[in-house]
Nanobody, 125 residues
Framework: QLQLVESGGGLVQPGGSLRLSCAAS????????IGWFRQAPGKEREGVSC????????GSADSVKGRFTISRDNAKNRVYLQMNSLEPEDTATYYC??????????????????WGQGTQVTVSS
């Protein structure tokens, strides 16, 4: 069974950090671009960050630039999202998604074929 599983979410104070992990089972991530998306209650899903299969190209939403960093370790079949300087506005369920496109996009979720179940991130004092 092909699955993506996110982990690393939790409750953190404003200004704190979390590292999310996206692990694949049943397939290898080597040929897949990965995107991180998030959705807060009552809001539309938005793209956060993405990385191509080679890791050479990344993309980020303006709201997280300079604070969030995406990386991948194909040997471990994982992709990470390091989130620093977290703000209450970052509170959401975070999802990773995989697609076999050669590019990566945070503005269009349609190229991504596989989605995880999400991990909750809550930023609150």
């Amino acid at each position: 069974q092909l699955q993506l599983v996110e982990s690393g979410g939790g409750l953190v104070q404003p200004g704190g950090s979390l590292r999310l992990s996206c692990a694949a089972s049943g397939f290898t991530l080597d040929d897949y671009a990965i995107g991180w998306f998030r959705q807060a209650p009552g809001k539309e899903r938005e793209g956060v960050s993405c990385i191509t299969s080679t890791g050479f190209t990344t993309g980020s939403a303006d709201s997280v630039k300079g604070r969030f960093t995406i990386s991948r370790d194909n040997a471990k079949n994982r992709v990470y999202l390091q989130m620093n300087s977290l703000e209450p506005e970052d509170t959401a369920t975070y999802y990773c998604a995989a697609g076999r496109q050669s590019f990566c996009s945070v503005k269009n979720s349609r190229p991504y074929n596989f989605w995880g179940q999400g991990t909750q991130v809550t930023v609150s004092s």
